[in-house]
């Protein structure tokens, strides 16, 4: 199925790849990394929406799902993770004879012809999987990468590098990560998620140890040392492990004298008990601290030289819809974020705080997964400890079944909010959010809009709005 040069890039001209689930973040760069590996690349998904235009551009079609959008010149079916067995699109790729396979084990066929660096962990994955990409592109290294996320300064989220290494985030969910056999296997984090199909902690260790065991006898595992359930992990698993941290002394790679400024964070980088230099990051919290120093231990340890990565670090301007600053209309800060998990969530809202200090803070949240809202719902409230104002919308259902939809609302949560003190309101429609937020911000107020489903068209419809008003305000 796949030919591959060595001299050269992937070479899928006489493919046609169809994608059941193209619109999720993962699906969406292996299409593209697929369209531009010169396959003809189809798609669909339940409802097409707006994500499916950049893909529309590349020449990628997409289409509603109803089991009628294959043809016989379909080579390969990829499905996505949270594809049902009983899918209608599926169900006809099988009766027609068409070899199918989900995400990550066609991650895992394109990394086997390459030298895999996958990152792993609940969280910061995709700025992690970024900082490392831009890094080795920089250094000349032209990786293969697949991130779930977009990169504007990669042009993308996906490409087919003719160099040596592939780099790609390595998800949890339903232990997809356990397909692949990394060189390189860093694990950002481990903490509780996926709910809805992991049983406990416990649970959620021995999958991320068996990631762990994974990696390359030649290569190693890069590691947290300063989280907790990743020490865990480190120990039960027994490979070489290169660790990282801010608290742990004894981390291999470690930030010290760390200062958080409005305009970046920067720190000293000792490595094996050794300074090497000043470094700095324009992304914002101490969070995307440590995801810095994972990308410094990937490709040092990869063999990129600390005077590339600081360069390259620096200049680093992060992922799209990561704590991304999308406008500032009428001196209002309008920040997108993927946040969708407590820790993330307390985790974006201090970097607002670092780089706003004694500003308003309004928030924007839209709940991701009714199962993950009601198993977390006490954790979710006390996220929002700091906020100035927090609207929810009405949870974004994924993968949630008719029970899930009916055990937990976003009023429950606003409710749960109230009740520890904290200034939340219920907002089910986005245009009545965008309404409010026109109505109340002035000049130095910050909006944060957070969620990993559809939130983000609020974002960028309260821009022009803002703006009006403020030409208003000028003109009065």
Sequence with gaps: MLSWQRSGKLDLSNEHWHFIGILGTGMRSMATYAAQCGARVTGSDIQP??????????????????GRTLDRSVTLVVMSQAIEDSNPELMQARRLGMRV?????????LMECQKGI????????????????????????DPSYMIGAEVPQLGGGSHPGAGEYMVAE????????????????????????HLDYYYDMWDIQEAFTEFARSVDEDGCLIA????????????????????YGIDDKKAHYRAERLWRAKVHSNFDLVCRGKKVDRFATKLF?????????????????????????????ADFDGAARRVEMIGNPWNVAIISDYAHHPREISASIAAMHQRFP?????????PHQHSRTRKMLPEFAEAFRTAWVTYVTDIYAARDSQEDRRSVSALDLVRQMNHIGLLAHYVPEFHEIEQIIVGDVIPDDVVLVMGAGNINEVAHNIIPKIAE??????AA
């Design 49 to 66: 929406s707006s994500a499916a235009e950049a893909l529309v551009r590349q020449g990628i079609r997409v289409a509603s799902q109803h």
């Design 101 to 109: 396979v989900r995400y990550p084990e066609l991650l895992a066929l």
């Design 118 to 141: 996958a990152v792993a962990g609940t969280h910061g994955k995709s700025t992690t999987t970024s900082m490392i990409a831009y890094v080795m592109q920089r250094a000349g290294l």
């Design 170 to 193: 390595a998800c949890e969910y339903k232990r997809s990560f356990l397909c692949l056999a990394p060189h390189i296997g860093v694990i950002t984090n481990v903490d509780a998620d």
């Design 224 to 243: 947290n040392a300063d989280d907790d359930n990743t020490r865990t992990v480190m120990e039960q698993a027994d490979v070489r492990t290169v660790t």
């Design 285 to 313: 919290g101490t969070h995307n601290v440590l995801n810095a120093l994972a990308a410094v231990a990937a490709c040092h340890e990869a063999g990129v030289d600390f005077a590339q990565i600081k360069e390259a670090l």
């Design 358 to 366: 004694n500003q308003r803070i309004f928030v924007i949240f839209q």
């Design 469 to 474: 008003k403020g030409r208003r305000q000028i």
